[in-house]
């Protein structure tokens, strides 16, 4: 979701915009650069009503997502001569940026719009998980031909209903846009086809020396490992 009007962020208000036209700030661009510095955004949540530092992260990791969004071609993923050389400056001590996955505008944009859905999203918890001790919050559907809950009445808390669910173009991948492989052993790295739009996630089962063997050869091929660990 491409963050267009200060109306876009989630908990701003119209009398918020007025509040922020008073500092100085009259644009997505003007307030993006307010938010990277500590004094402008302390001035931020002290002069904005009902805003908090929370609310302020949020619009601060929304807006990067979308300058991300925007730029075209600007996360494509790097060939394999690039990666090993990012290697190479790894070995010498230097930051090495992690691959990121080739996606077209439409994939971005629900990827960033998955995450403002997902913070909206609430809490489904069981029916009457506060009143018995021997029911957990975990969440089951309420059953019973007197069931308030069931009913969507009034004051009754939120049920699991389709209308919460994700954009279609971004369910199944991972936060970064990769479409995660499951891989068990040095072999199963053969099921990722496309390394610009797939990548491994190694099982948890797997030891820590078979892991590191498959990190080395996902590291030769330009794969991706999602939960990959530092060696030591």
């Known amino acids: 979701m491409t963050i267009k009007s200060f109306t876009d962020l989630p908990g701003l208000k119209e009398k918020n915009v ?11 661009d003007a307030l993006a650069n307010a938010l990277n510095d500590e004094n402008k955004v302390k001035e931020i949540i002290k002069t ?3 805003v908090g530092p929370k609310t302020v992260e949020k619009w601060k990791s929304q807006i ?10 600007s996360e ?11 290697i190479n400056r790894k070995e010498e001590g230097k930051y090495t940026p992690s691959i990121k996955p080739s996606l077209d505008t439409e994939t971005k944009s629900a990827i ?32 019973g031909i007197h069931s308030k ?7 009754r808390p939120p049920v699991v209903d389709i209308g919460f669910r ?4 971004a369910r199944g991948l991972h936060s970064s846009g990769f479409e995660e492989i499951f891989v068990c052993n040095v072999t199963d790295l053969e099921k990722v086809v496309d390394i ?25 091929l330009g794969i991706r490992v999602l939960n990959m660990v530092v060696q030591i």
């Open 166 to 169: 994700g954009p279609t173009r």
């Open 196 to 220: 610009k739009t797939q990548a491994a996630r190694i099982s948890g089962t797997v030891g820590t020396k078979k892991r590191i063997d498959i990190q080395n050869r996902a590291k030769e």
């Open 112 to 143: 960033a719009k998955r995450e403002i859905i997902s913070q909206r999203r609430p809490t489904f918890k069981r029916q009457e998980w506060f009143r018995y001790s021997k029911l957990k919050e975990g969440w089951k559907r309420p059953k």
């Open 149 to 155: 809950m069931k009913r969507n009445l009034k004051r």
């Open 76 to 86: 494509d993923v790097k060939d394999i001569t690039s990666e090993s050389k990012s």
């Open 48 to 50: 904005l009503s009902r």
């Open 18 to 28: 007025a509040e922020l036209e008073s500092i100085g700030i009259t644009t997505i």
């Open 64 to 73: 990067s997502a979308t300058e991300g969004a925007v730029e075209e071609g």
